[in-house]
């Protein structure tokens, strides 16, 4: 295959969303695979509604992501010489001719088409045609630039997802490439620049697809090559509706605060709507060497969150502990909780990681290592009786003499349990709601041995005598 280019085009008029991070994802690893060229290209010639924070949250989450670009971030905002110069060699050619309809006869076209039941459309007045006598153009009146759409014919291409799609050129009408003020519209600068850019795939979403035959006829009265496109189906939500604000976590750094890790969502992206086989869990070495366009689905795919959520506590289990160990120490400082003077939460960590699916479910889980807790006053009617408070007194005697290793600590309970004629739990849940002030966690004896003796006799002191 010749040099693949391939590239991401976000209009910055919002954070990046899952929809978005998928299509960059895509677009990245088809480049990858073929050891071609990832382009960033920023689409903000909406002035209204681009904006410098958007920009910077999808530079964001691609970086979070891990997607990075061989070329760009080009901005189309800062190319409008180029698309000017375009125009003019466009008209000079006679594949673009100005346009001096007014906005009332352009009103009155559309009201005698409404009348008539035809879709609303451009009637070629201002069209050159062999033999055609124009009007006069109207000096100094304002005029748009219209493309000279061919008028007979079908647009087709394959596209390597939905696969052959065909478009009749007589319902496309001559659109406007350029505004009466001379700013060039969307269709028109994405061709120039997917011309300029050489790109060769082009990977979108399919709500694109009414601008491909329109884009394919420019690039050929541009005379450019025609990239293959392959137009990825919609998202859905897990309830089945077009994914949307509702969901919730709709933009990807949304799930960075939320606690899950980049390898998960990337995984996670990566099987919305493509597989390799039955394999759900992969790296994205594997996912680039992997990755193909014959193997999207032409459905839509549906977004599901206990998916994610299995894949987030897999990498969450593997993740490397020194990372973890200060991703969670930055996670608690965010909440106030200074983790350097307690336990080794690296300790902390083993005990908790295979029981959560988010780092911010780890953060709550181990939290209370570092807080002196405060049992609910129901907690502490239910669980610190007077018969519980004894063996508490008892065992921090034993705790206090014991050695300071988990056989040794869960004998010791067990110990002190049996001498008070109580069973293991009426200690052991009593002890948990003194250290930690749940009434849950792992097994008491690792507690204990990670806690550490200082820290546990002061929070059985502060029950007894609290
Ligand atoms: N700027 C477009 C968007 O954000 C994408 C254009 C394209 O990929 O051709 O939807």
């Known amino acids: 295959m010749a040099q693949v280019r391939t590239r991401f085009a976000p209009s910055p008029t919002g954070f990046l969303h899952i929809g978005g991070a998928r299509t960059a994802l895509f677009s990245w690893a088809f480049a990858r695979h073929y050891g071609g060229t990832f382009i960033l290209r920023i689409e903000d010639t909406d002035l209204e509604r681009s904006t410098p924070e958007a920009v910077q949250a999808i530079l964001d989450g691609m970086h979070w992501l891990g997607l990075s670009c061989d070329e760009g971030p080009f901005y189309q905002t800062r190319r ?66 219209r493309f000279r759409n061919p008028t007979t014919g079908v647009v087709s291409w394959d596209d390597r997802v939905k ?62 090559p025609v990239p293959r496109y392959a137009h990825l189906s919609m998202i859905l939500g897990d309830d089945g509706q077009k994914l949307s604000k509702r969901h919730g976590a709709v933009s990807v750094m949304q799930y960075e ?50 998916k994610l959520n299995w894949l987030n506590a897999h990498y969450i289990r593997q993740a490397d502990p020194h990372w973890l160990g200060a991703e969670m120490g930055k996670r608690l400082a965010c909440n106030g909780i200074v983790t350097a003077d307690g336990p080794d939460i690296r300790r902390v960590l083993v005990l908790y990681r295979d029981r959560v699916s988010t780092l911010n479910e780890l953060a709550d889980a181990i939290h209370s290592f570092y807080v002196v807790p405060h049992p609910a006053a129901e907690l502490r009617a239910q669980h610190l009786t007077e018969t519980a408070l004894g ?33 293991m739990p009426q200690v052991a849940i009593p002890l948990r709601v003194a250290l930690l002030g749940m009434p849950q966690s792992p097994s008491i004896d690792s507690v204990l041995e990670v806690m550490g003796r200082e820290r546990v006799l002061q929070r059985i002191d502060a029950v007894l005598h609290g």
Not at 278 to 302: G, K, M
Not at 391 to 405: D, K, M, T
């Open 257 to 306: 605060e939320d606690g899950y890790l980049p390898e998960a969502v990337l995984n996670y992206l990566a099987r919305l709507g493509w597989s390799h086989g039955d394999d759900e869990i992969f790296s994205s070495e594997q996912f680039v060497a992997w990755f193909d366009l014959d193997h999207i689905t032409a459905s839509a795919a549906q977004f599901n969150t206990e």
């Open 163 to 224: 696969g052959r799609i065909e478009f009749e050129n007589a319902e496309l009408d001559d659109f406007i490439i350029a505004r009466s003020d001379g700013s060039p519209t969307y269709n028109f600068c994405v061709v120039v620049d997917d011309r300029d850019m050489a790109i060769t795939h082009v990977i979108r979403g399919d709500d694109h697809v009414n601008n491909t035959p329109r884009q394919i006829n420019l690039l050929q009265a541009l005379g450019a």
């Open 80 to 145: 409008m010489e180029r698309y000017k110069q375009v125009i003019d060699d466009m008209l000079a050619a006679g594949t673009a001719y100005r346009c001096y309809m007014t906005r009332e006869e352009l009103d009155a076209l559309r009201a005698e088409q409404e009348i008539r039941k035809e879709k609303p459309r451009y009637d070629g007045r201002w069209r050159p045609e062999a033999g055609k006598i124009l009007p006069p153009s109207p000096v100094g009146a304002p005029f748009v630039v």
């Open 391 to 423: 063996a508490l007194a008892a065992l921090r005697e034993n705790l206090s003499a014991c050695v300071w290793q988990v056989a040794e600590l869960g004998q010791a309970v067990k110990q002190t349990a049996s001498a008070a004629g109580l069973k």
